[in-house]
């Protein structure tokens, strides 16, 4: 009997599945998503992060995205069966092949390994390493062990007793368990020699795996499930009569046992037989693979490749009682019932610890409910799409009118108020309060404007209505006013959310997020990362927002939400929980203000176009591990180019593109990406999901692209991934063709300035000597006149003058007349001597220069009421001829200007003279006068004082300055350099 009861054990063990559905969430990828074939035969997982596939007929690279093939057709170095699959320390991928030996990938290449490097197997079964670092491989010539960068190869010659190794598994103490058929060895390597550890055991010729205790696990047709430690082994007699094809053993302590009926999964003592999930034959599972996120990789004999991940979440549907899967509003009752209602589907009810939803019959016959409720006093309140309000009292249900409702009211939001009533809004844009006798109502006429879709009761008592295309109402102490587009909302077809525990108040639309607090309204832009639109808010118990929309469930730190909201933070960080994540779709519908809800334990529950959504926020994992960043291709010019360190670009290249991506299978769809181009841009890009960056305004320098990403839970990865750019210049940008134009340029500026100034130099040497030969002409005829005036004229005037001397001597008849004569000849001759000496002062040759100007000085006090004083150095041979002169009218110019037009009491002339220079100061205490008024004066031609003064110093070289101000006086300095002139 107890043989028989075992036996029917053993049967429902194998023979009745079990569902995953509740455990697990299937993705599945097979040939046409790009897989080589779909037929899985290895999986690993580099450092990097993407998983490298073998199957019957090529290798896949996977990126989550993206499956990037090596076959025949591109490899000739790879044989297309690939059997074994480990990546080193170094980061190389060994690779083996079912017929094509051993192939070695680094640095981008595929290498091929055969007998000339020490190894002549073709056909490489497993292959793993040691904590050592060595590579083994069991191959169908024994195995071989790769150490200081050679093979050492083992086989029956060694003691084995076959040259068929199937599998190897490294223990964590550096050993290695190897698998000859049906014969395992304990072996360790010392030097280049093996130590067998125990003595060899039979298993069952399939894949042999190790747990973290160390201990090995294996299946024998028979037997059962064999746990072996050392030489003991513990045998798990409920798969006696399960055909073991391998064991595999994930880091959750799980043990996979797959079989031809399926797989079996061992946890915690319970056994759970997979033969489908999604409709997907377990029956074959050829190879499972756990990645560093924890999520499981089954290969399938032809359903190719499937990824598991446990779900975070749990679902309703009419699987669970629902009447129909479109839920459109929730809650828990203080007994801890929870209410869902359905479109077309009514109200259904599940009691604590059941699964399953009861529907209410009196509410159900295609009725949509749109909003539920409980007052204080329990009793349940139901509202509906054109049937009104129903209430449940003890479980009775009847119907509620009251003032502003019908029958056939559509009812949208309805909220328990804290003193027993309860707020209702109609889509007839009507809210009423309703408590016992008393009841209350307002409509347009009292400002209500539009629809009712949402309401929320504040703590301090004010009644805030959404509404469709009116914006929000509010009501306070019975008045209502109204936040509109006027005021900043952002589209008046709004819904009321949630106020936290802050007080703060957030509004939702098609347009965004918008929070009301202390009377301020503020924007999370769409800039922030978050768009989702028509999102119903609530608050975990961590004070963390959830947040239910059209593209899922979303997790948002309340801090961070605040802070964007401020403007204090650009950007959001948020989890997104969707279809990867179990749910059966990730639209949230409803409308009302019980779309969301928590539970008194602090579930959250969501409403889905496709059933409910229950969540305990605690079990939602955060996902510490960064996405693994790359580049995957560059193309420059629309081509693809190789790249090590480096890419450079010549002066034709002008468009350059880089293909990256993140890798993190928790949700590869969400992963988010920033890039920058440092050299050409400071600020960071945020792309979203985006995966291709493109510059085609680069100027020649040196750039380095930079791209990093974030997981599907914001964690980044701050490094990411580089490439350094160089942007050649063309030749007439360089550094040595713009040195030598540089110089060029300058060469002929220089030259071109050179000869200028050599001409202007040139011209003013021959206007001076030409003013010089004019002023010697000038002064040579002036001294033919003189000479002639006082020679010939002067002479004849005397002859005359003497004669009517004369003549009044002999003849007094005449006297008077005569006198007359010889006073008007008297006058002419001095006339004539002035004239002549104007012309040209005889006192030069006569007695110098010196002498002349202490004359002209003597001359000029004597003939004015100007106090004039003189200091004037021996100037012999300091002058030429032709200077003397000019030097000379410079000083009469002057002194005449102040006798003309100064006005002084005093003046002065001081000559001196040093070794180098003749200093010349002139100075007067008259009127003064602005010198360049005065200059425009002597230009129009109404003097020639000081352009006469600078013309003749200029003539020469010399430097003057005059210095004048009205009612200060002026001063000549004029400087004569000796040696220049002498």
């Not at 073998?54 to 790879?78: H, I, K, Q, S, Y």
């Not at 459109?328 to 009514?346: F, H, K, P, Q, S």
């Not at 587009?485 to 525990?501: C, M, N, Q, W």
């Not at 301020?520 to 808010?537: E, N, R, Y």
Request: aromatic share 8%; glycine share 10%; with cysteine.
């Amino acid at each position: 009997m107890l043989r028989i009861l075992y036996i029917l054990r053993i049967l429902v063990l194998c023979f009745v599945p079990l569902s995953l559905h509740a455990q697990y969430v299937l993705k599945q990828w097979n040939v046409e998503h790009g897989l080589p074939q779909s037929s899985i035969r290895c999986i690993t997982q580099a450092r990097d992060g993407h998983l490298w596939i073998g199957t019957w007929n090529g290798l896949a690279r996977f990126d989550g995205v993206r499956m990037t093939v090596f076959n025949a057709l591109n490899t000739p170095e790879l044989h297309p069966s690939i059997s074994a699959l480990y990546e080193d320390a170094q980061h190389h991928l060994w690779i083996g092949t079912d017929g094509g030996g051993l192939v070695q990938y680094k640095d981008g290449a595929f290498v091929k390994l055969d007998s000339a490097d020490g190894i002549a197997a073709t056909m490489i079964n497993s292959i793993t390493g040691d904590k050592e670092g060595r590579i083994w491989l069991g191959t169908d010539k024994g195995f071989y062990v790769y150490t200081r960068n050679r093979f050492l190869h083992f086989e029956t010659i060694n003691g084995f007793p076959d040259k068929l190794a199937t599998y190897l598994v490294p223990a964590s103490d550096g050993s290695m368990y190897l698998e000859f058929v049906a014969t395992v060895f304990h072996v360790r390597l010392s030097g280049d020699s093996l130590v067998v550890l125990e003595k060899p055991f039979r298993a069952g010729g399939y894949r042999i795996d190790i747990d973290s205790s160390g201990a090995l696990w294996y299946g024998v047709r028979g037997k059962g499930l064999v746990k072996r430690r050392g030489s003991k082994e513990y045998v798990d007699r409920r798969f006696v009569n399960v055909h073991s094809k391998q064991v595999f053993i994930p880091r959750n302590q799980q043990k996979w046992v797959m079989t031809p009926r399926g797989a079996y999964v061992l946890e915690n003592g319970k056994i759970t037989h997979i033969q489908t999930i999604d409709e997907v034959d377990f029956s074959n599972v050829s190879h499972v693979f756990e990645d560093r996120e924890g999520i499981l990789w089954v290969g399938v004999e032809g359903s190719g490749l499937l990824r598991l991940r446990r779900k975070q979440i749990q679902t309703f549907t009419t699987l669970e009682g629902l009447e129909t899967n479109a839920v459109m509003c929730g809650m828990e009752d203080r007994e801890g019932n929870v209410w869902i209602g359905t479109w077309l589907g009514g109200l259904s009810c599940r009691k604590p610890g059941n699964r399953e939803f009861t529907p209410i019959k009196e509410l159900a016959n295609g009725l949509t409910v749109m909003s539920v409720c409980q007052s204080r006093d329990g009793t349940i309140w139901v509202g509906t799409w054109g049937q009104g309000v129903y209430t449940i009292r003890e479980g009775r249900v009847g119907k509620f009118t009251g003032k502003g409702l019908g029958e056939d009211t559509s009812i949208r939001a309805i909220v328990a108020d804290p003193r027993g009533g309860v707020w209702i809004g109609t889509v007839w844009g009507t809210v009423g309060y309703y408590h016992g006798t008393e009841e209350m109502s307002w409509d347009s006429k009292e400002g209500i404007p539009g629809m009712v879709n949402t309401v929320l009761l504040t703590r301090n008592g004010e009644l805030w209505a959404g509404t469709d295309g009116g914006g929000i109402a509010r009501i306070i102490n019975g008045h209502v006013s109204v936040i509109n587009k006027s005021i900043g909302l952002l589209d008046e077809f709004a819904h009321v959310s949630i106020e936290d525990t802050d007080g703060a108040i957030w509004l939702t639309s098609k347009r965004g997020l918008q929070r009301w607090k202390n009377g301020v309204l503020s924007t999370v832009p769409p800039s922030a990362g978050f768009t989702d639109d028509h999102a119903q808010f609530i608050q975990d118990n961590d004070g963390n927002y959830w947040i239910g929309g059209t593209h899922g469930i979303h997790r948002i730190r309340k801090a961070d939400l605040n802070a964007v909201a401020d403007g204090k933070l650009p950007a959001l960080d948020y989890l997104t929980i969707g279809k990867a994540d179990g749910m059966p779709v990730e639209e949230c519908s409803g409308g009302s203000n019980q779309l969301v809800w928590k539970t008194r334990e602090g579930a959250l529950w969501f409403s889905t176009t496709h059933g409910a959504v229950r969540i305990e926020p605690n079990s939602v994992g955060h996902n510490p591990v960064p996405p693994g960043v790359m580049i995957a291709e560059v193309l420059v010019e629309n081509k693809l180019v190789q790249w090590n360190q480096e890419i450079t670009l010549s002066p034709q290249e002008t468009k350059i593109e880089f293909h990256y991506t993140g890798i993190n299978f928790s949700a590869p769809e969400r992963i988010r990406f920033k890039y920058k181009m440092e050299g050409f841009e400071d600020e960071w890009r945020d792309v979203g999901r985006q995966r291709l960056a493109q510059y085609t305004n680069l100027e020649p320098g040196n750039y380095r692209f930079r791209v990093i990403a974030a997981n599907n839970t914001g964690v980044w990865n701050e490094q990411g991934a580089s490439l350094a750019v160089v942007v050649l210049p063309p030749f007439y940008v360089t550094w040595w063709f713009r040195t030598l134009v540089i110089f060029a340029v300058v060469g002929t500026v220089v030259l071109a300035v050179r000869r200028r100034i050599s001409r202007i130099r040139k011209e003013e040497e021959i206007s001076r000597n030409f003013a010089r030969q004019v002023l010697r002409s000038q002064e040579t005829e002036r001294q033919r006149i003189a000479n002639e005036l006082h020679d010939s004229l002067g002479q004849n005037l005397l002859v005359i003058k003497n004669r009517l001397i004369q003549s009044q001597k002999q003849s007094y008849s005449n006297t008077e007349q005569l006198n007359e004569v010889s006073d008007l000849v008297s006058q002419t001759i001095q006339e004539v001597r002035g004239i002549s000496h104007n012309l040209r002062p005889h006192q030069l040759d006569q007695l110098g220069l010196s002498k002349t100007l202490r004359a002209l000085v003597k001359t000029v006090r004597d003939s004015s009421s100007i106090s004039l004083t003189g200091e004037i150095d021996d100037l012999e041979d300091a002058l030429s001829t032709d200077k003397e002169i000019a030097l000379f009218r410079i000083v009469q110019e002057s002194l005449n200007n102040i006798l003309k037009h100064s006005q002084a009491t005093e003046a002065s002339v001081l000559v001196k003279r040093n070794t180098t220079v003749v200093s010349v100061i002139i100075r007067d205490n008259g009127k003064g006068m602005h010198i360049a008024t005065e200059q425009q004066r002597e230009e129009l031609g109404s003097g020639f004082g000081i352009s006469g003064i600078k013309a003749r110093a200029q003539m020469f070289g010399w430097v003057v300055f005059i210095q004048s101000e009205p009612n200060n006086g002026t001063a000549i300095n004029l400087t004569v350099p000796i040696s220049q002139l002498a």
